[in-house]
Structure formats: C-alpha cells, structure tokens
C-alpha cells in the first residue's frame, strides 16, 4: 500500500520558513506541494531552492489547492490571524508559529475557527519539542526531580534580524511576546497548572526602539509553583537558551544552544557558529543540527503524525492562546506596576 503522504502549503519564505523545508524534506510522509510570498522573486528562489514545484503571492489562491492538507503559517505576527483563519475555513490542518497572535481576542478567534471546522490547530513552540525537553519530560514524569517547585528559563541575544519585530503594530509588542514566549511556554507546559498571578518589569535598556529590548516576568501558578522568564537584546556572542528547573527531590541544568560535543579553537574563524553568534575567531562550540537541536524537525513530525493518526497536538492552538493570555498580563503589569491575573 502506498505511503499517505501529507500535503504541506507553507505561507512565508524566510527565516523560519527555511528551517521548515528543511525538516520537512527529511520526512517521507510529507510533500511539500507550494509555498507563497508577497515577494515574487522570495518565493520563486525558495521554491527552487527546496524542490517545490509551486509558488504563489497571494496565499489565498494557494490555500485553495486540493492537494494541500495542511498550511504552516510563517508569517509576522499581525499576519498570524488571517492566515489561520483563511486556512481553517478552507477545511486545511494548521501549524501556527509563536506566539500565537497580536492579541488575545485574535487567538480566541483562531481557535474557534479551527474547531468550527474540525481541523488540527498546533502552536509550534519549538522548545516543547527540543530533545532536551523530551528527556526531561521522562525524567519528571517517572518522579526523578520529585515535584516540581520553580522553573527559571530565558531566550536572549543581541537583536532581532526581522524588522517587523521592532514595531508594535507587527509583532504585538518586543521582546516579552518576541522573545519570551519561548521560555515562558516551556514553563507552563513543565508545571502544566493554570497561572494564577503574574508580574512583569520592561525596559529599554540599549536599543533605541518603540518595543522593550528587555523583559522579566514572574508566574505564580495554582499549585504555588514559580515560573521566572527572561528575554532580552542585549546579550553578546551568540543565543543564549537556558533553563532551570528545581524540584522536590532533585534539579537540571538545561542549555539548548551550546551544549555542543565539538569545541573548535580557529585564528581565522570559519562560516557559521550558532544563531545570532558574530564570531567564529577563539574558542567556540558550533552547533551540528541547528532544526533538529531546537526541535523544528521533531516538532513538524509531531504535526504530521497527529494528523495521520488523528491525535491531539502536544501544544494546542488553545495552550498558545493561553501562552498569549500571561504574554499580555505581563503588559498590563509592567504598566500598572502590580502583579495581574491573566
């Protein structure tokens, strides 16, 4: 019997994109059937470059394709909605990048429509899905850290390549919902309680932007657990992802991004280190499969599985939204300077 094979739309041609096509093209089940772009000549050469046969400027026209199953939306911010929404009532499967959306009512919208109509909606969280992160899962889940008391966990680097991070009307806000969302979704997915309070502090501290270049944010959850998440632009030599998670009978040390077996010492440096890193000249630990260590590939297979098998997303449409929901109480926070119930 020949192999289903799941028929994948990709709307956006950049960065992240790119990681997609990546890992999709190592998974036999998948056919990567088109791609779209505003930009003609973005999505031509990334069509070309991944072996897809057709690219479009408008992903209305695309969505529309009968051999698409499913649309991995790639996309701004501001553009999160739409997209989903314009998938869901095309009957496709959708995979929405963080965060969710620039708003709340946005991603209440997004999972309504979903459900409306009977589609798989996955918020993909990357970090959920980390090799790391599935380890640690085990561990916690056979009691080897006991219970779970505090998280600390941050994403930090020295800015942003995309400009549509830098303006609120695009990305929502800066760092906290750029940024943080990453750490701040791997703790309420690890305590798995609802939040019950949240406080949050937001400078500029080094960029002269309109969004923050730095944001901490304390989560207090049901249980009485501690959640404490940071993200900022100001960190040099490379990204920064580190966790740690402290326990009843136990702790771990987490770092996603230089935990490396190679350690390379060059005079002259060399192509690529790790994400964000602008050196290559000393010491340094280069990374060896960037999508497959931050957990892109896992995470695309995951969404393919669920809906071969018609299983539940590990991180639902519904767990980005309520992501989102502490994202903006931190805002409401950092501007009332009180702690806030999401």
């Known amino acids: 019997m020949a192999l289903k094979r799941i028929g994948i739309g ?21 056919k990567l059937v088109a791609v779209a772009s505003r930009t003609e000549a973005h999505a031509r050469s990334f069509a070309e470059k991944h072996g897809i046969k057709a690219w479009y400027t408008d992903y209305e026209e695309m969505i529309r394709r009968d051999d698409i199953d499913a649309i991995n939306v790639c996309v701004p911010n501001f553009l999160h909605y739409s997209v989903t929404v314009s998938a869901a009532e095309h009957g496709k499967h959708v995979l929405c990048t963080k965060p969710l959306a620039v708003s709340t009512d946005q991603a209440e919208k997004m999972v309504k429509a979903c459900r409306r109509a009977n589609v798989k909606f996955m918020y993909g969280e990357n970090w959920l899905y980390t090799p790391a992160a ?34 609120r009307e695009y990305c929502g806000g800066g760092v906290l919902i750029h940024m943080a969302v990453h750490p701040i979704g791997f703790i309420m997915h690890m305590i798995n309680k609802p939040v019950r309070r949240v406080y949050a502090e937001l400078g500029n501290l080094l960029h002269n932007i309109e969004v923050e270049d730095y944001a901490v944010i304390l989560m207090r959850f049901e249980g009485g657990e501690s959640g404490i998440a940071q993200s900022n632009y100001i960190t040099k030599g490379g990204m920064q992802d580190r966790i740690e998670i402290y326990g009843s009978e136990g702790m771990a040390f987490i770092n996603l ?50 809906i071969l098998e018609d299983k539940e997303p590990l991180s639902t449409g519904e767990f980005g939204r309520d992501v989102l929901r502490v994202i903006f109480a931190g805002y409401e926070s950092n501007r009332k300077k009180i702690a806030v119930v999401p």
């Open 10 to 30: 990709l709307v956006g041609a950049g960065f992240l994109a790119d990681k997609f096509a990546t890992c999709y093209r190592r998974d036999p089940r998948v």
């Open 134 to 167: 599935e380890r640690i899962r085990e561990i916690i889940r056979e009691g080897g850290l006991g219970r779970i008391l505090a998280i600390e966990a941050r994403e930090q680097h020295s800015g942003t390549h995309s400009p549509y991070a830098l303006k």
């Open 257 to 306: 991004t230089h935990e490396n077996p190679i350690r390379i010492y060059s005079d002259v440096g060399y192509s690529y280190v790790v994400e964000k890193a602008s050196m290559s000249k000393g010491w340094t630990s280069p990374v060896i499969d960037e999508n497959y260590q931050y957990g892109f590939c896992n995470m695309l297979s995951h969404f393919v599985t669920c």
